[in-house]
């Protein structure tokens, strides 16, 4: 590999150079097609969007190529968590530095750089393609690192624009937030920091999290997402989002602080990631949606709390799925609800208003400003596809709604994808008839709407069977070369061409993949087969919650009301710790609230027959367990012990230092142990970390007969490694723990110190808690 700087490589243009391309099954020959050859627009599209001059004239053909581009990879670092500015300092003095001198084949390669508007630097966005990553030792360092820390939580591979409406919704700590569309949750994690924003560790926030999405596979995905952060503070549940139920405090319902509105939509702000939006794209994809839009945004308006914020978004550009859907509730609602003038905010986030006007296009590509222009049809057939609520409404009405307070994001004006924001407040309570009446007008809107479309599709099918038969007629005439060659390869469905950078936690292209997907209320949507048992709180007086807050001298400052667990038969495998606030909605909704996930598992059954305590800490749980438990189970120990630690597998304790290894003695066999290194006690030690750390390490151990092990997850383990050691651990390192290796190791170790009562020792093996250690790392690991 050479160095220094040099031109950029054409081929990595847009990010990518990837040759793959779809395929599908034609008879038995499978077609491919690479994604280079898709088509990057669509004359539909084009006349769609000129005629609603979203953009100035001259300024369109400018939008149009910035939509065809690939798109440049982003992420987020977690700002809550005390790593958080480790992390950026790294990405900073580390990578860029190294990045902006390297150069392959003669190639410059552009480092990462700040996304301006987002806070604390903590945004981030790069170019380099995954090939050039690769490509070179030191690059794949940097692919490596983005990958553990994902895969950790330190930071979220995020689309930019993604990141922007939770910013506008000003969550704070004391807050109730409800997320009503919240798979796969990339949006969910940035509220959950912002709820965690001034919380210390073991603390628990005033507010909650409630992040609810329709679907019940996709709220599992949320499920992941969320225990990245480990918060004690959230409730994933499965509801379609017009129905969220009423949560009941005495008579009064249960009202939210900020709720976000990610609805379902077209995506067709996504081309530059979901290339087949070019190809798929219709006007109808729009007025379909519009009436599952109105029904959320409506009930978001009714659950917001007065004086609350609520901000409605989708990842399209179509006038029909946002400014039609705002300006409807808005107007709905007479002056309960208004639109935030947030221009002042995030100044450097570019952006254009929302429209007051628009246009509707019929499924014949023309285009209508007002509904009574649509001709009729016979009986009114034409016009009733189509609804007075797909258009803007009087001029002065529109004014008065100050719909250039939306916000619009297009993919030219600072490389991102398109989105739209609008951020609502309450001023006044809607009251319950009010509510009534908007519901009833929703739904009687929507069911025509589906009715007007079951209509229309029917036709559309007779006149697609129609021309069916008529090609069937002309093939059937032509030689079957001939018929071949006419045939359009198609492309697959499932994969949308994207090539990600970062692999791991895609979540993104996941959210984008189904964003078309809208439930309904009556569909059946819960697989039962994946159902689990529901939470039920454990009294403290339960013997084996008791056996462990006394085993752990739990003090009282950690609330004994958080704990709470799934019981299977009168037994239960894990222990899940909540906060007040959750545990008192969770107890005022009961059974009306379809809990899929919430808690943090602080706590798990281990497998050692002869332990004082069934229990061991869990290693998500430990931040939030660390600053309540009994001062035995935490041990300081230097740099010297971290690295031992995370050298060697299961190391015996002669191998730490004197000071450790007394305190160690001290703690009993067959428990956990947190040890603990703080930078700032160490910072005139010779021996320092490889990267510079300033937040506090806690690394749950198990402490064996006579040696210690680390606790973690491989991928925590792997993101230690990497920042204390500076070195990157392969697969076959990491999947090591391995009783026979354990063993070998201890035993030459012990040999080399020449000690025989630790060679016997160590001959005589931690087997229990060495298979335990490994078993249970791989078991949280797919949990
Ligand atoms: C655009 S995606 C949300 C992306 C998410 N907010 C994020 O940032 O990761 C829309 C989500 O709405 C869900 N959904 C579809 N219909 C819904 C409904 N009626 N109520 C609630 N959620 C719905 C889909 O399952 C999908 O996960």
Redesign the pocket.
């Known amino acids: 590999m050479a160095r220094g700087k040099g031109r950029r490589n054409p081929k990595w243009k847009n990010g990518s150079n990837k040759t793959q391309g779809g395929q599908h099954v034609d008879g038995e020959r499978r077609v491919y097609k690479s994604f280079s050859e898709l088509r990057r627009d669509n004359d539909s599209f084009r006349k769609y969007y000129t005629a609603q001059k979203i953009v100035p004239e001259d300024e369109f053909p400018q939008l149009i190529e910035a939509m065809r581009t690939v798109l440049p990879t982003s992420f987020r670092i977690t700002g809550s968590r005390q790593q958080g500015s480790d992390i950026r300092e790294q990405i900073e003095k580390e990578f860029v530095p190294f990045i902006q001198q390297t150069s392959i084949d003669g190639e410059a390669i552009e480092p990462p750089h700040v996304l301006p508007w987002y806070p604390n630097r903590f945004g981030w966005q790069f170019t380099i393609p995954r090939v050039a990553l690769k490509k070179s030792t030191e690059l794949s360092k940097f692919h490596s690192f983005l990958v553990t820390e994902t895969e950790v939580g330190n930071i979220s591979r995020q689309e930019a624009v993604?990141m922007v409406p939770p910013l506008f919704l000003d969550v704070q700590p004391s807050h109730y937030v409800l997320?009503?569309?919240?798979?796969?949750?990339?949006?969910?994690a940035q509220l959950i920091e912002a709820l965690h924003a001034d919380t210390a560790e073991g603390e628990c926030p005033a507010g909650v999290v409630v992040a609810?999405?329709?679907?019940y596979k996709?709220a599992c995905m949320l499920v992941h997402q969320v225990s990245r952060l480990n918060s004690p503070s959230v409730v994933v549940t499965n509801?379609?989002?017009?129905r969220f139920p009423n949560i009941y405090d005495g008579k009064d319902v249960v009202q939210f602080d900020r709720i976000?509105c990610?609805?379902?939509?077209s995506?067709d702000g996504t081309t530059r990631k979901n290339v087949r939006v070019w190809e798929k794209w219709r006007a109808d994809d729009g007025h379909s949606l519009n009436p599952?839009q109105t029904k959320?945004l409506q009930r978001a308006a009714y659950l917001l709390k007065t004086g609350g914020r609520l901000v409605y978004s989708?990842?399209s550009l179509n006038p029909i799925e946002n400014e039609a859907v705002v300006a409807n509730v808005l107007s709905h609602f007479e002056g309960a609800l208004q639109l935030v003038d947030v221009s002042e905010q995030l100044p450097e986030l570019k952006r254009r208003p929302g429209l007051d006007t628009w246009k509707v296009m019929t499924r014949d590509g023309n285009l209508y400003d007002r509904f009574e222009e649509i001709p009729a049809g016979e009986h009114g057939r034409n016009r009733r596809k189509y609804s007075p609520k797909l258009f803007p409404l009087p001029a002065e009405e529109m004014e008065a709604l100050h719909m250039e307070r939306c916000m619009r994001i297009y993919s030219h004006l600072q490389n991102t994808g398109g989105f739209f924001v609008a951020v609502i407040e309450k001023v006044k309570p809607i009251t319950v008839n009010e509510k009534r009446k908007a519901e009833r007008d929703a739904e009687a809107y929507a069911a025509a709407m589906a009715q007007a479309r079951e209509e229309g599709d029917a036709e559309a099918a007779a006149a697609e069977a129609e021309a069916a038969e008529g090609s069937a007629k002309r093939a059937a005439s032509e030689t079957p070369s001939e018929a071949d060659a006419t045939k359009r390869p198609k492309v697959d469905e499932t994969d949308d061409g994207t090539e990600s950078a970062m692999t791991g936690n895609d979540?993104?292209s996941a959210?984008a993949g189904?964003?078309k997907?809208?439930?309904?209320?009556d569909e059946p949507r819960a697989d039962p087969a994946l159902m689990e048992n529901p939470f039920v709180f454990l009294e403290s007086t339960t013997a084996e919650l008791a056996s462990i807050i006394e085993f752990y001298g739990i003090r009282p400052t950690m609330s004994q009301r958080g704990f709470l667990s799934r019981i299977e038969k009168g037994s239960f495998r894990s222990v899940y710790y909540v906060s007040e606030t959750v545990r008192k909605l969770m107890t005022l909704a009961g059974p009306r609230l379809r809990i899929v996930n919430t808690g943090i598992r602080v706590f798990s059954r281990n497998a050692v027959r002869d332990a004082h305590c069934a229990f061991r800490l869990v290693c998500e749980g430990t931040p939030q367990v660390l600053p309540h438990l009994s001062s035995r189970f935490v041990v300081d120990a230097s740099f010297h012990d971290l690295k031992t630690l995370l050298s060697e597998i299961n190391p015996l304790l002669n191998l730490l230092s004197p000071e450790t290894q007394k305190k160690i003695e001290d703690v009993p066999v067959s428990s956990s142990v947190i040890v603990r290194y703080d930078p700032k006690m160490h910072e005139d030690d010779e021996e320092k970390p490889a990267t510079r750390l300033t937040a506090t390490l806690a690394l749950p151990c198990w402490r064996g007969k006579a040696s210690l092990s680390v606790h973690m997850d491989k991928h925590q383990l792997r993101s230690l490694i990497q920042r204390v050691l500076g070195r990157t651990v392969d697969r076959k390192e990491e999947l090591g723990y391995k009783m026979s290796n354990n063993r070998r190791s201890n035993v030459e170790a012990a040999k080399a110190a020449e000690t025989p009562e630790a060679t016997e020792a160590a001959e005589a093996t931690e087997a229990p808690e060495a298979t335990e250690t490994a078993e249970t790392t791989e078991a949280e690991t797919a949990e």
Do not use: F, Q, W
């Open positions: 993604s997320d009503m569309c919240a798979a796969p949750g990339s949006k969910t609810n999405d329709a679907d996709r509801h379609s989002g017009e976000l990610d609805v379902p939509c995506g599952v959320i989708t990842c979540d993104e959210a189904v964003s997907r809208v439930y309904l209320p």
